[in-house]
């Protein structure tokens, strides 16, 4: 399988404090890869040194089999990028910013930007100052996509996008995905990377913690638990093979647990609860029990 | 090209407010030549009584209210003034004005090199220069060709000349601070002060005496009573204000080349 993005050993320091350390992943040509990490973890680093807006301390990327730093207006023809934050030149219409967009592009973008401003119910006529934030989100989403990019990037692609619109959008990558388009999408939303991507690597203090496919994520499955108990138990009641986290208050028991759900309903038989709760982890949960298995 | 012309079109407007302003100050000025020449002696006689030390600060020599040009040269001191803080607003700005907007993600994650970037940058803002220099020097020169005695074409197209090289070097100085500093969040106070410095210094610190600390402000490369009286542009000065850009537009863009490009 060839890979659009190879990333060999990154590493950014600013001055003394850390970016990103020795970080290494691929993805695959065809493929939705999913970046996840809390705030502050390195996302935004890693894809910003892929996109030439900084330079790596050490390591390198390539893309297109391209380095991504000496190629950068090279690989850039084939990279649409959508960032986090989307904010536009003063005064402009919609329109004019996306027309100066495609002018950096040598092909005509015109029935692109008129569809999926259509799609994305985009008001070209209007000036961008104007725009609500989801709105100006949109303006974004359509500038990295107008010409049609081999490679997308995308940075926190849904925050401050309506659910209707995150699937109007989702649906969107999917088709350009189905086109042939590679997409790297960063997110701290497990739902929506789990949702859209195939593969995910995971990254926490700057270190890439894991790189898998979400099914094997999934075959982890990890549950959170919260009981309160009508029977008093031992404070080690539920410290079985599978708990993590385990978290004791008075008679509310909490943790984290990977396994045969079997072993947990079969402690509770003898036993009378008062409520209980069984959630999805969110991915800091998940985080921290990949952060404990390092430590 | 692409970005060249929408720098061009962006500062438009700017461009049209400080070429028109300057245009009609200056003209407005040149109106009392005729009063203050018809009664020249009288007013000979009181600049006399002026300190000398006062008189050079405010660019007077003893020519400069005999004759058209000369008081035109003595206006010029405060034309070039505001033609330096608005290149050293461009020269700050155009660039730095990408991150302070947050629009540097979207610009530089084109199909464009920094080192284009900067060029489209650096020509927009000489097309900005040329346009006002020219647009000024026509209009200027109709109303001084109509208050002049004699023919002053050589000398005025000379005087003119050295504000366009007073505009370039304030702009390649500015360019090259911007490229220096991290962030600039406000870009007028640092020009206005920087501008303000280089002119305190030409008025006050720097004299005939001192050929070396003249090129420490862009002001006093060029004087505009030698340029009147020699009628020509002193060559050294011309070397040094062309190494002087050579210098920081370099720099510039090998800093910019490097630069770190963070988000917000």
């Keep these: ?295 | 090209m692409n970005i060249y012309r929408f720098e061009l079109k962006s500062n438009f407007k700017s461009f049209l407010v400080w070429v028109l302003c300057l245009s009609f100050v200056t003209i407005g000025y040149m109106a009392f030549f005729p009063m203050i020449h018809d009664s020249i002696g009288d007013f000979t006689k009181m600049l006399n009584n002026f300190n000398p030390i006062l008189k050079d600060a405010m660019g007077i020599a003893t020519s400069t209210f005999s004759t058209a040009i000369g008081f035109y040269g003595f206006v010029f001191i405060y034309v070039s003034l505001m033609m330096a803080i608005q290149a050293m607003n461009l020269g700050i700005g155009i660039l730095s004005k990408e991150e302070r907007e947050r629009t540097a993600d979207f610009l530089i994650t084109k199909p464009v090199s920094r080192i284009t970037i900067v060029s489209s940058k650096l020509l927009a803002a000489l097309t900005v220069f040329l346009a006002t220099d020219i647009i000024f020097s026509i209009v200027t020169y109709i109303q001084l060709s109509n208050i002049s005695d004699e023919n002053v074409l050589k000398p005025y197209l000379l005087i003119n000349l050295s504000l366009l090289f007073i505009q370039i070097l304030c702009f390649s100085i500015g360019f090259f601070i911007s490229t220096i500093l991290k962030k600039i969040r406000a870009v007028l106070p640092i020009s206005l002060g920087i501008v303000f410095a280089f002119f305190a210094i030409s008025r006050f610190l720097i004299n005939d005496d001192n050929k070396v600390a003249k090129y420490f402000s862009p002001f006093s490369y060029f004087d505009t009573n030698k340029i009147i009286k020699d009628n020509t542009l002193d060559i050294t000065s011309v070397v040094v204000f062309a190494a002087v850009v050579i210098v920081c537009i370099s720099a510039s863009y090998v800093l910019y080349h490097r630069r770190n490009v963070h988000s917000v």
């Excluded at chain 1, 919609?94 to 799609?119: H, M, Q």
């Excluded at chain 1, 999408?185 to 991507?197: N, P």
């Excluded at chain 1, 984290?256 to 409520?275: A, C, M, V, Y």
Aim: one cysteine or more; aromatic letters at 10%.
């Design chain 1, 1 to 295: 399988m060839k890979n659009v993005i190879e990333i060999n050993k990154l590493t950014k320091y600013y001055g003394h404090n850390r970016g990103i350390t020795d970080v290494s992943f691929d993805v695959h040509e065809g493929e939705i890869f999913g970046f996840i990490g809390p705030n502050g973890a390195g996302k935004s680093t890693t894809i910003r040194t892929l996109l030439a807006l900084i330079y790596p301390t050490s390591g390198e990327a390539k893309i297109f089999g391209l380095d991504c730093i000496k190629s950068a207006p090279e690989i850039a023809k084939r990279v649409g990028y959508l960032p986090s934050e989307v904010f536009y030149y003063d005064g402009m219409k919609v329109i004019d910013l996306l027309k100066y967009s495609a002018s950096f592009y040598k092909k005509d973008c015109s029935e692109r930007i008129k569809s999926l401003s259509e799609r994305m119910n985009l008001d070209l006529n209007k000036k961008i100052d104007d725009l609500s934030f989801g709105n100006k989100k949109k303006v974004g989403i359509v500038q990295g996509l107008l010409h049609s990019p081999d490679l997308i990037i995308l940075d926190e692609p849904t925050s401050g996008l309506d659910p209707l619109m995150q699937q109007t959008f989702f649906n969107l990558l999917e088709e350009e995905n189905k086109r042939g388009a590679t997409i790297l999408m960063s997110s701290h939303v497990l739902s929506e990377v789990q949702r859209l991507c195939g593969r995910v690597a995971i990254i926490k203090d700057g270190k890439i913690v894991t790189v898998d496919s979400i099914a094997s994520l999934k075959e982890e499955s990890y549950k959170r638990f919260k009981f309160i108990m009508k029977t008093e138990v031992t404070p080690d009641f539920f410290n079985v093979t599978g708990v993590n986290d385990l978290k004791v208050d008075g008679n509310e028991h909490s943790f984290i647990f990977k396994g045969d759900i079997n072993l947990i309903t079969e402690k509770l038989s003898g036993i009378k609860i008062i409520n209980m709760w069984a959630d999805e982890p969110d991915l800091e949960e998940i985080f921290m029990h990949y952060y404990s298995k390092g430590e």
